[in-house]
Nanobody, 119 residues
Framework: QVRLVESGGGLVQTGGSLRLTCKAS????????ASWYRQAPGKQRDLVAS???????TYADSVKGRFIISRDNGKSPVYLQMNNLKPEDTAVYYC?????????????WGQGTQVTVSS
């Protein structure tokens, strides 16, 4: 069973930065799309950013130009660099891995890491 573990969350002031890290217990990101989602209290879980194994990225409109999803190489964790943070970015951030071929069938979620942006 693959485990995803997020870290890097915390409390930051408006305009500050944080870098979230998603580590997988196995080297899956060479064959999986990595995504970051977030869920604020009372709201649904929404996609923030995703990165395919070959490097294609997508971002929610609300974070374009401020957040960057990255992975250095085939065995590295997935990162979410968050800059110019706003109070509306406050949420629990989750890492997700989706298979990119029929060879793999499981989708994995991490346990989440809290990000709080104070005004």
């Amino acid at each position: 069973q693959v485990r995803l573990v997020e870290s890097g969350g915390g409390l930051v002031q408006t305009g500050g930065s944080l870098r979230l890290t998603c580590k997988a217990s196995e080297n899956i990101f060479a064959n999986y799309t990595a995504s970051w989602y977030r869920q604020a209290p009372g709201k649904q879980r929404d996609l923030v950013a995703s990165r395919t194994s070959d490097g294609k990225t997508t971002y929610a409109d609300s974070v374009k130009g401020r957040f960057i999803i990255s992975r250095d190489n085939g065995k590295s964790p997935v990162y979410l660099q968050m800059n110019n943070l706003k109070p509306e970015d406050t949420a629990v951030y989750y890492c997700k891995a989706d298979p990119e071929s029929d060879q793999y069938t499981m989708t994995y979620w991490g346990q989440g890491t809290q990000v709080t942006v104070s005004s």
